[in-house]
């Protein structure tokens, strides 16, 4: 574990913990709304410590934070900042039971109890088919042939989880692979009312072996049909009812392809402020959406969204080999999450993300999007 403490100018004299496995964009949207933001991630990179106070970085393993680093880091913040509010990221929202314990801390996120429920397979799927929720087929035991199968392991994120490789762990679950456009929406809660901010599609890579469905990036506002828009709003009510889900969520589906009934399946919820969000503070400046999420946390009422639909889209730049980043590298402003120099990234490990906006070119997104990333690789070898 290493530690940097920097000197920080802050409107409010009290300290936002922010533990994710990248906290770069969610630590610069708290720095906007004047916290001193102490980020815990496994990165520590340029970008994250520019906005943070001070800035953890732990080892991370297979997606995991390492559970003795994790320890010693949690006490010794613990010491330095008795009094402070907790916000969970990507890969810490299971971390919701350690923070409640700690006296003095405040967890600005959904309660463990919230987050177990969601994360338990049998409690969520059984609520689905409750509510009337459509979802692909689930099974809870081993198949000796995968086929058109995927094993999903709880409790996991970013598609580090999603194998089709035949595995039998605890808490894991089979689910039926469909194929179709990955989408997700964008929601804020206070447990009783929800407003969809918007939808999204979601990139992935299948560049790690066995693990098909990797997170590599999202482009919000994307171009969905008012049907599926309509049940999306219809399914996130009843998600936040039930659950008494809070603050900035995801709900992520799959809509099939060739499907004339335009059906959508719910995968999963996110009960954490997920990694669209700050595409969205990106294109409305006045939005802050940790703000508004420590607000809806705190019970306060939701506030009014007037946003733009506009797109945008960032992609997750995977390093190809092994690679030194240069003390000589000059970055392309569309470059964020930017790692120190003389940074050694491992093959595979995620080197920075690439942004880009609708109008930039007169092709997709998403093209433009690679060709970035092919140019980021280019600087790097």
Same mark, same amino acid.
């Given at each position: 574990?290493?530690?940097?403490?920097?000197?920080?100018?802050?409107?409010?004299?009290?300290?936002?913990?922010?533990?994710?496995?990248?906290?770069?964009?969610?630590?610069?949207?708290?720095?906007?709304?004047?916290?001193?933001?102490?980020?815990?991630?496994?990165?520590?990179?340029?970008?994250?410590?520019?906005?943070?106070?001070?800035?953890?970085?732990?080892?991370?393993?297979?997606?995991?934070?390492?559970?003795?680093?994790?320890?010693?880091?949690?006490?010794?913040?613990?010491?330095?900042?008795?009094?402070?509010?907790?916000?969970?990221?990507?890969?810490?929202?299971?971390?919701?039971?350690?923070?409640?314990?700690?006296?003095?801390?405040?967890?600005?996120?959904?309660?463990?109890?919230?987050?177990?429920?969601?994360?338990?397979?049998?409690?969520?799927?059984?609520?689905?088919?409750?509510?009337?929720?459509?979802?692909?087929?689930?099974?809870?035991?081993?198949?000796?042939?995968?086929?058109?199968?995927?094993?999903?392991?709880?409790?996991?994120?970013?598609?580090?989880?999603?194998?089709?490789?035949?595995?039998?762990?605890?808490?894991?679950?089979?689910?039926?692979?469909?194929?179709?456009?990955?989408?997700?929406?964008?929601?804020?809660?206070?447990?009783?009312?929800?407003?969809?901010?918007?939808?999204?599609?979601?990139?992935?890579?299948?560049?790690?072996?066995?693990?098909?469905?990797?997170?590599?990036?999202? #482009?919000?506002?994307? &171009? @969905? /049909?008012? !049907?599926?828009?309509?049940?999306? *709003?219809? %399914? $996130?009510?009843?998600?936040?009812?039930?659950?008494?889900?809070?603050?900035?969520?995801?709900?992520?589906?799959?809509?099939?392809?060739?499907?004339?009934?335009?059906?959508?399946?719910?995968?999963?919820?996110?009960?954490?402020?997920?990694?669209?969000?700050?595409?969205?503070?990106?294109?409305?400046?006045?939005?802050?959406?940790?703000?508004?999420?420590?607000?809806?946390?705190?019970?306060?009422? #939701?506030?009014?969204? &007037? @946003? /733009?639909? !506009?797109?945008?889209?960032?992609? *997750?730049? %995977? $390093?190809?080999?092994?690679?030194?980043?240069?003390?000589?590298?000059?970055?392309?402003?569309?470059?964020?999450?930017?790692?120190?120099?003389?940074?050694?990234?491992?093959?595979?490990?995620?080197?920075?993300?690439?942004?880009?906006?609708?109008?930039?070119?007169?092709?997709?997104?998403?093209?433009?999007?690679?060709?970035?990333?092919?140019?980021?690789?280019?600087?790097?070898?």
């Amino acid at each position: 574990m290493r530690s940097k403490l920097l000197a920080h100018t802050s409107i409010k004299n009290n300290f936002l913990i922010v533990i994710s496995h990248s906290a770069r964009a969610l630590s610069e949207s708290a720095c906007r709304a004047g916290w001193n933001v102490i980020s815990v991630d496994g990165f520590a990179d340029t970008d994250t410590l520019e906005s943070s106070y001070e800035c953890c970085c732990l080892p991370l393993d297979s997606g995991e934070f390492l559970g003795s680093y994790l320890n010693t880091c949690l006490a010794r913040l613990q010491q330095r900042y008795p009094q402070a509010k907790v916000i969970l990221g990507a890969g810490a929202e299971n971390l919701a039971d350690r923070i409640e314990a700690f006296t003095g801390w405040q967890l600005c996120a959904n309660s463990s109890t919230v987050v177990a429920q969601l994360n338990n397979p049998h409690e969520f799927f059984d609520a689905l088919d409750e509510l009337q929720i459509t979802y692909p087929a689930v099974r809870y035991t081993a198949m000796a042939e995968s086929g058109e199968w995927l094993h999903k392991r709880a409790n996991s994120c970013g598609g580090m989880g999603v194998s089709r490789q035949v595995i039998d762990k605890p808490q894991g679950y089979w689910q039926q692979e469909i194929s179709g456009l990955a989408v997700s929406a964008l929601c804020v809660s206070n447990g009783v009312e929800v407003a969809c901010l918007g939808f999204n599609q979601q990139y992935s890579t299948s560049c790690f072996e066995g693990y098909p469905y990797v997170y590599q990036g999202v #482009l919000v506002n994307a &171009d @969905l /049909s008012s !049907t599926l828009k309509y049940k999306t *709003i219809s %399914y $996130a009510n009843k998600l936040i009812n039930h659950f008494n889900i809070k603050g900035v969520f995801s709900l992520d589906m799959i809509a099939p392809k060739q499907s004339a009934q335009e059906v959508l399946y719910v995968l999963e919820v996110n009960p954490r402020i997920s990694a669209s969000f700050e595409l969205y503070e990106h294109l409305n400046p006045g939005l802050n959406l940790v703000d508004a999420h420590i607000r809806v946390c705190e019970g306060e009422r #939701l506030p009014e969204f &007037d @946003l /733009s639909n !506009t797109q945008s889209a960032y992609l *997750i730049v %995977y $390093a190809e080999e092994d690679c030194l980043i240069s003390e000589q590298l000059v970055w392309p402003e569309w470059v964020k999450d930017r790692p120190e120099a003389f940074r050694q990234i491992s093959k595979y490990e995620p080197i920075c993300s690439v942004h880009a906006d609708e109008g930039e070119s007169k092709g997709s997104l998403y093209s433009l999007l690679q060709q970035r990333a092919d140019q980021v690789i280019g600087l790097i070898n």
